[in-house]
């Protein structure tokens, strides 16, 4: 659950779950990963610099990233379409202001009080959170 907190007691009671993982957001290597799995066979900017889209992107969960990457994948196809309307050829790649401009179209869906109701509830159970979030 992303909201253990709110799990009826009687569940939580030994016996009933034994373990309990915790499973971050994504750090700045697994975004990248992210990124570059969902850009694999698309043509991508030779400049693109996945640091900055890494950071660009801190914050956000699993399929924020997706949908942000869909988003900037559907700005290069589009330009594409119109370079060949226009009688050009060629493939358009994507670029790091079609991920500026899908991140701003598509916000992280994270709350941030649920991560600090996360952190509170970690704390009371001694489990460990990374601070990067």
Sequence with gaps: SNKPWMIDSALMRPGRFEHHFYVPLANHEARILLVNKNLADVPVAPDIDMDRISDLLKGYNGADI???VSGAKMAAIQRTIQLHDSGQ???C???FDDFVA???Q???SVNPEDIV???QYAAQRGIEMPDEM
């Design 66 to 68: 997706v949908s942000v």
């Design 89 to 91: 050829q060629g493939a």
């Design 93 to 95: 790649p994507v670029a």
């Design 102 to 104: 899908a991140a701003a």
């Design 106 to 108: 598509h916000k992280s």
């Design 117 to 119: 109701q996360l952190r």
